[in-house]
């Protein structure tokens, strides 16, 4: 009942009482960047003992080819793996990533 009358501007002033609603920023960047083969890039960055739910951002796509960066748990190593057609190979980690672009050479 708190959460629904602080939705509509309400405030609480009781200390025993904990709100949960936060309100909406769009601001914030929430939506990921997906692919064909986010679900096989985010398997493979498993397998690699990445984290218990790596989360792939598409990075770049072209005819027949996705490429991902998947940020591991520890925070300091981000994998980047390249899917041809279904098949996710890892290309390498990148360590302290600064920026969003990842320039990648064609092999």
């Not at 598409?58 to 940020?71: C, D």
């Not at 981000?78 to 990533?97: A, D, M, S």
Request: glycine share 10%.
């Amino acid at each position: 009942m708190v959460n629904c009358m602080t939705h509509a501007g309400y405030v609480n002033n009781d200390p025993s009482v904990k709100v949960t609603y936060v309100k909406y920023d769009q601001t914030v960047k929430t939506i990921r960047t997906t692919g064909v083969d986010t679900y096989n890039a985010e398997r493979l960055a498993k397998s690699r003992s990445c984290g218990i739910a790596p989360m792939a951002d598409l990075v770049s796509k072209g005819p027949g080819f996705e490429i991902y960066r998947i940020p591991c748990a520890e925070g300091a190593r981000t994998l980047v793996v390249r899917c041809e057609f279904g098949n996710c190979r890892e290309t390498g980690p990148v360590l302290g990533l600064a920026s969003d672009k990842i320039q990648i050479g064609q092999k």
